[in-house]
């Protein structure tokens, strides 16, 4: 799977884990240099607390386009260490 905006490819795996259709790269398998810490947080009832990054190519910012969730509950426990995408972010 690849993680694609603004024609750059933000991550790249073959091991994503699929939750609710959304595709969940290992945090080792995205490239770093495109994600800007966001001070958004939400809650989901079994997930847990998420956190947010934008994303970040030519000059261009996609505000909150990735999150992840640093401590999940137990039963999301599969989703720690990794980090999803949405917002016009091809996921293909």
């Known amino acids: 799977m690849e993680a694609i905006w603004n024609g750059t490819v933000l991550a790249?795996?073959?091991?994503?884990?699929?939750?609710?259709?959304?595709?969940?790269?290992p945090l080792e398998s995205v490239e770093r240099t495109y994600l800007e810490e966001s001070d958004t947080h939400t809650t989901c009832p079994w997930k847990g607390e998420a956190s947010?990054?934008?994303?970040v190519v030519d000059g261009r910012k996609n505000q909150d386009a990735a999150w992840y969730y640093p401590d999940p509950f137990p039963e999301a426990e599969q989703i720690r260490g990794r980090l999803a995408f949405w917002k016009g972010v091809q996921v293909v």
Do not use: I, K, P, Q
Request: no cysteine; glycine share 6%; net charge negative.
């Open 12 to 25: 790249r795996s073959d091991d994503t884990v699929l939750v609710e259709g959304n595709h969940y790269f």
């Open 52 to 55: 947010y990054y934008s994303v």
